[in-house]
């Protein structure tokens, strides 16, 4: 049972008490509509030593869709209801993977594989979004509809004749590759077996759930400030606090020297163990209206790691109440500052 109020401390100077969440979606399972149809186990095997096959050689994709011919209504029901490799990967899953355009045209409707979701709790549009795979995700959800960086929702641009054109908008983060997906995803759930993601970070990923799933955030202006701060993020309406104002996307990759010297927009990933690698989400070419926040010793808002569905997610949230027209700004942190010796700090 959840209690009524929840006290977190450890990720602001100051505290806030957060009552239960605002959206709770259905506990409903799903009817997938499974077969009640009887099949031979070795018909299951089968198919599952296929996918397996099909996980492993990328070569026998053209002959595994011209067997798709042959193979019975039966045999297709237990593929796309029941047949997955090892790690709990689906056909459509492996064909996101693979760029198999044909195979996911065809599977596209069929709502069994669709919902099926793989070890880490994706089904295969999730899986496509979070690798970018933009053919992929049109398909599967039947739309070709894609945002351009200064048609974000609930922001507005001014002065952007001088801004960078070659900005990709980014609704969520994105990993740089499905290597770099299985490690996060794997030593986050390591990590979450671990107990070590503290409950406020759990907290808030559950309260924060509809805004951080939907990317919905307070009406904002992204503006022009000067030759020395360059853009800035301002507060187009009345923001109370403790507040999820955004959330930093960009692209997840393994931090690299360049992030460390070079970039503006690199921040470290994760609060919690991960492995030996460490992570950076970087908003130099993809991103949204967040990666222009600026610094501030004296800030109103706060970068915070949270734990939402398997994976850790950047949020900031207000430390106060915002009045409209105030600029958004965060600490960017001492080991920023004294990494990125090509800036000097500018205080606003």
């Known amino acids: 049972m959840l209690k009524n109020v929840f006290l977190t401390r450890c990720f602001l100077d100051q505290s806030f008490l957060l009552p239960l969440p605002k959206f709770q979606g259905s506990s409903e399972i799903l009817d997938l509509g499974f077969s009640e149809d009887r099949f031979a186990p070795d018909d299951l095997g089968d198919l599952n030593r296929r996918l397996e096959a099909l ?3 990328k070569g026998l994709w053209a002959e595994f869709m011209r067997q798709l011919k042959d193979i019975s209504k ?18 459509l899953h492996l064909a996101v993977l693979n ?18 979701r793989n070890r880490f709790g994706l089904t295969p549009l999730e899986m496509a979004l979070y690798l970018h795979r933009q053919k992929s995700a049109s398909i599967l959800m039947d739309s070709a509809a894609h945002h351009s960086f200064f048609s974000q929702p609930s922001v507005e641009f001014e002065s952007i004749r001088s801004f960078p054109q070659n900005i990709e908008f980014l609704a969520q983060p994105v990993f740089e590759s499905a290597q770099v997906l299985e490690e996060v995803f794997s030593y986050t759930a390591k990590a979450k077996n671990d107990d070590a993601i503290t409950n406020d970070r759990i907290w808030l990923g559950v309260y924060f759930d509809k805004e951080i799933q939907l990317g919905i955030h307070p009406k904002v202006t992204v503006r022009w400030i000067s030759p020395e701060i360059g853009y800035g993020v301002f507060a187009a309406e009345r923001i109370l606090p403790c507040s999820c104002v955004g959330e930093y996307t960009g692209i997840l990759q393994e931090r690299k020297s360049k992030h460390v010297c070079e970039s503006n927009y690199a921040f470290r990933y994760t609060a919690w163990p991960m492995g030996k690698r460490p992570y950076v989400i970087d908003s130099e070419n993809m991103g949204n209206f967040t990666r222009f926040v600026n610094h501030s010793d004296n800030p109103n808002t706060q970068l915070v790691c949270t734990y939402w569905r398997g994976m850790p997610r950047l949020i900031f949230i207000s430390l106060k109440e915002i009045a409209e027209g105030e600029q958004l700004t965060f600490d960017y942190g001492k080991t920023f500052w004294k990494q990125s010796t090509h800036l000097a700090k500018k205080e606003l």
């Open 55 to 57: 996980a492993h050689d």
């Open 99 to 116: 760029d198999q355009m044909d195979c996911i045209a065809k599977f596209s409707s069929d709502r069994s594989l669709l919902e099926r």
């Open 74 to 91: 039966l045999s297709l029901n237990i593929l796309s209801q029941y047949a997955v490799t090892t790690d709990r990967q689906s056909l």
